[in-house]
Structures are given as C-alpha cells and as structure tokens.
C-alpha cells in the first residue's frame, strides 16, 4: 500500500521519488551520505545551513522535531508507504534493514561492541 510523500515546501524535490535527505558535511550528516554511497541507494540531497538557522524552519521541525540534521524521507519505505526519519544511528540502521548491507541481520551480532561502536562514533572521532 503506498500513502501520498509530503515534502518540505521550502527544499522541493526534482526526483518525489527517491529518498531524500537533509544534511550538511558534519561528522553526523556524513555518517548518512557514505552510507547512502556505499549503498549505491539512489537520492537527492538538500543543503540544510546549519549555521544559518535552516534546522529551526518550521518545515525542516516537521522532519527533524530537535532542529539537527541529518534527515530523510524515503518515499519507499516499509511496506511501501512514505517515512521520514531523523537521528544519524535511527537513518543507518534502517537504511541497513532496508538493504541488508552493512549491519549484520542477527540482533545478538549487531548488538557487538565493535558494530555499535561504528555505529555511534562521529567521523572526526576516527584517527588516521
Ligand atoms: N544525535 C544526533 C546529533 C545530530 C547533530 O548534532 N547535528 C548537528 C550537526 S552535526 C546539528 O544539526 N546542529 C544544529 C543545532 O544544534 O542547532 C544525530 O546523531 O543525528
């Protein structure tokens, strides 16, 4: 069953019908777009300025309640029907649901210390 996608007015979308995310190059916005490219998924990004306030437009509150980004929405999500999602561990993991890559499936293995570590740790953390 499929519902209508409601999209933010303000960060339209050219393609309604891939997964669409609001980032910004952040160790936590970039969590989600390599994932997304190691997925090979298909989407479209849209510029959320921090620093310019876009996290606190009303639109942008109606994807992300706390004002952070990143966000998606995934037009196909479960069962078919739009869902909109934010916090960067909640978007990894159901994009790793969603495509079977990059979690291990069993809950017992993804619960190991090195998966949730990967999971929680932000980019700028990692040393070369
Ligand atoms: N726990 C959140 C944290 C997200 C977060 O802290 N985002 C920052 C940028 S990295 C943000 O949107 N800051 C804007 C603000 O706090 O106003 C996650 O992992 O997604």
């Not at 409601?6 to 609001?22: A, G, I, N, S, T």
């Not at 190691?38 to 990004?45: F, I, N, S, T, V």
């Not at 992300?64 to 929405?73: A, E, L, R």
């Not at 291990?104 to 293995?109: G, S, T």
């Amino acid at each position: 069953m499929t519902s209508k996608v409601w999209f933010p007015e303000r960060w339209p979308p050219l393609r309604p019908d891939v997964l669409q995310l609001y980032s910004l190059a952040t160790p936590n916005g970039q969590k989600v777009s390599v994932c997304l490219e190691e997925m090979g998924l298909d989407y479209e990004a849209h510029l959320i300025n921090i620093l310019q306030g876009d996290q606190q437009d009303p639109d942008y509150v109606k994807l992300s309640p706390n004002g952070k980004i990143p966000s998606i929405i995934d037009p196909k999500g479960p069962g078919g029907s739009p869902i909109i999602l934010c916090e960067s561990i909640v978007i990894l993991t159901y994009l790793a649901d969603k495509t079977g890559m990059l979690l291990p499936r069993d809950y017992a293995a993804r619960n190991v210390r090195p998966v949730r570590t990967f999971l929680k740790i932000r980019p700028g953390q990692v040393q070369r």
